[in-house]
């Protein structure tokens, strides 16, 4: 089984959600590759059986501004058959707005057709003990829905 992470980050927090979800995986026998946003391609996902993203969320629930080629472009992906989750760093403070790039990524992979194979993770700041156990329990779920795909 394959899987694809890719990360958007400024101050490092979801490239440690991204870390923890690859080790995860990774222990789950997963052959994992880890990208930063900008160096990944969503047609990339179409050689893997799990597709996950980690974006942080920046002025008032904005997407990444390096991740918007990738964001429209992951519009145009027909990733039926796969298995996506979408998991990231964001901060309470900023209330209605928090995480919301996770949710805006999430909806697009509903539009491409993979299945979700766990609900959205949203961490605030770093990610801490509670944080960790989510990230885990998400992994082994896509893991285990992507078993199901087979
Ligand atoms: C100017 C600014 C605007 C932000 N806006 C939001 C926001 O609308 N929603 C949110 O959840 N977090 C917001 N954040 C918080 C970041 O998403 C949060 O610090 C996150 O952990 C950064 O991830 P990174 O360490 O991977 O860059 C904002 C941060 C800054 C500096």
Same mark, same amino acid.
């Given at each position: 089984?394959?899987?694809?992470?890719?990360?958007?980050?400024?101050?490092?927090?979801?490239?440690?959600?991204?870390?923890?979800?690859? @080790?995860?995986?990774?222990?789950?026998?997963? @052959?994992?590759? !880890?990208?930063?946003?900008?160096?990944? +391609?969503?047609?990339?996902? !179409?050689?893997?059986?799990?597709?996950?993203?980690?974006?942080?969320?920046?002025?008032?629930?904005?997407?990444?501004? @390096?991740?918007?080629?990738?964001?429209?472009?992951?519009?145009?992906? !027909?990733?039926?058959?796969?298995?996506?989750?979408?998991?990231?760093?964001?901060?309470?403070?900023?209330?209605?707005?928090?995480?919301?790039?996770? +949710?805006?990524?999430?909806?697009?992979?509903?539009?491409?057709?993979?299945?979700?194979?766990? !609900?959205?993770?949203?961490?605030?700041?770093?990610?801490?003990?509670?944080?960790?156990?989510?990230?885990? @329990?998400?992994?082994?779920?896509?893991?285990?829905?992507?078993?199901?795909?087979?």
């Amino acid at each position: 089984m394959k899987a694809l992470v890719v990360y958007a980050t400024i101050t490092g927090n979801n490239e440690d959600v991204a870390d923890i979800i690859t @080790e995860v995986l990774e222990n789950q026998d997963v @052959e994992v590759e !880890e990208t930063e946003i900008t160096m990944a +391609d969503p047609a990339d996902f !179409e050689d893997v059986d799990i597709c996950v993203v980690c974006p942080y969320t920046y002025d008032e629930g904005a997407l990444p501004e @390096e991740g918007m080629d990738f964001y429209e472009d992951l519009q145009d992906e !027909e990733l039926d058959g796969k298995v996506y989750g979408v998991a990231g760093s964001g901060d309470t403070f900023y209330g209605d707005n928090f995480c919301k790039a996770v +949710d805006d990524f999430g909806k697009v992979f509903e539009e491409t057709g993979a299945t979700k194979g766990s !609900e959205n993770v949203h961490v605030n700041l770093a990610p801490e003990e509670d944080d960790i156990v989510k990230l885990d @329990e998400f992994a082994k779920q896509l893991v285990e829905k992507a078993g199901q795909n087979d």
